[in-house]
């Protein structure tokens, strides 16, 4: 199984909101990724075998030193298997390469060993305003 990583890669929305919602448990919605990630992202990963995306992450920023993790998504039957992993080491070489000092995520609980364990993140303080 050989799977390619590219770093802002081309995608359609169709098959983003699809592996958005088998990811995060929801009905298939019709978000224009495209026009999203075009206009607030300092880029996104592609993860495809034999062409087919298989995995996804996006990487918001705030124009400066500091870049976010958001959504990341791998397509079920690759699960495991560490597709989620390298599209999270490709999307923090992106941020680096972008002169990116900070790359934050946040996560329910049961991730944590993913987060912290497999993609190196460390744990810190923060704060949520539900709004």
């Known amino acids: 199984m050989t799977i390619t990583y590219e770093w802002r890669g081309n995608f359609d929305n169709e098959r983003v909101n699809a592996l958005h919602a088998q990811s995060f448990e929801h009905p298939p919605e019709a978000i224009d990724w495209l026009a999203r990630t075009h206009r607030h992202s300092l880029g996104w990963v592609c993860a495809r075998q034999d062409g087919e995306l298989v995995g996804f992450v ?74």
């Open 58 to 131: 996006n990487v918001a920023w705030d124009g400066g030193d500091h870049a976010f993790v958001l959504d990341t998504m791998v397509a079920e039957d690759f699960r495991g298997a560490g597709v989620g992993t390298e599209l999270v080491h490709t999307a923090a070489r992106g941020a680096r390469t972008a002169r990116c000092a900070w790359l934050h995520v946040d996560f329910e609980d049961h991730l944590q060993a993913f987060y912290f364990d497999a993609c190196g993140f460390k744990p810190t303080d923060a704060g949520l305003l539900a709004l």
